[in-house]
T-cell receptor, first 116, second 111 residues
Framework: DADVTQTPRNRITKTGKRIMLECSQT?????MYWYRQDPGLGLQLIYY???????NKGEISDGYSVSRQAQAKFSLSLESAIPNQTALYFC???????????????FGEGSRLTVL | SQQGEEDPQALSIQEGENATMNCSYK?????LQWYRQNSGRGLVHLIL?????REKHSGRLRVTLDTSKKSSSLLITASRAADTASYFC???????????FGTGTSLTVIP
């Protein structure tokens, strides 16, 4: 089984619908992240969480919300999906690096979302 | 806006040649990391270099870091067709605890 699991892997929805992308991990890491990837733009950070009670906005959080239900689970919601949220979404986890900074990120396989 | 940018955006080389990719970032970092992504798949970690390190090696990979220029480079030696992928640098910011990716370099290794 994968260390970082994302569901669904593919989703097609309509404008205005509420969508939830789920992420679970078996790494035992405290830090979890949501990124979106658009062609030619690399990965953009949406939200990140360093523990269950610590959730922070990234560079493109507008239109998104998150929930950290447990150490192992971090969900991303689009309250009212719009076409420009069509993208590939990645969840990732990490530990601290030697007590300071971010260590290696472990990624899920991605959730491809299409908003019509 | 992206924290980091990579250069070149695309690179095509013959098998056996070396591939060099460069990354620039904007603010002070704890560390810089390089990742590889095969088309449409999740990213895979390659190497981490800390702000007090200047060079690191891992197999055919060599990474350098110049904090005065806020730049890093990834060298892949003796490239193979299987190295064909996109490569991303990611910077762990000293302040704000955020972790940002660059725009990526698409590498094609021709057999």
């Amino acid at each position: 089984d994968a260390d970082v699991t994302q569901t669904p892997r593919n989703r097609i929805t309509k404008t205005g619908k509420r969508i939830m992308l789920e992420c679970s991990q078996t790494k035992g890491h405290d830090r979890m992240y949501w990124y979106r990837q658009d062609p030619g733009l690399g990965l953009q950070l949406i939200y990140y969480s360093f523990d269950v009670k610590d959730i922070n906005k990234g560079e493109i959080s507008d239109g998104y919300s998150v929930s950290r239900q447990a150490q192992a689970k971090f969900s991303l919601s689009l309250e009212s999906a719009i076409p420009n949220q069509t993208a590939l979404y990645f969840c990732a986890t990490s530990e601290r690096d030697r007590g300071r900074g971010t260590g290696e990120l472990f990624f899920g396989e991605g959730s491809r979302l299409t908003v019509l | 806006s992206q924290q980091g940018e990579e250069d070149p955006q695309a690179l095509s080389i013959q098998e056996g040649e070396n591939a060099t990719m460069n990354c620039s970032y904007k603010t002070s970092i704890n560390n810089l990391q390089w990742y590889r992504q095969n088309s449409g798949r999740g990213l895979v970690h390659l190497i981490l270099i800390r702000s007090n390190e200047r060079e690191k090696h891992s197999g055919r990979l060599r990474v350098t870091l110049d904090t005065s220029k806020k730049s890093s480079s990834l060298l892949i030696t003796a490239s193979r067709a299987a190295d064909t992928a996109s490569y991303f640098c990611a910077s762990d910011l000293l302040t704000g605890n955020q972790f940002y990716f660059g725009t990526g370099t698409s590498l094609t290794v021709i057999p």
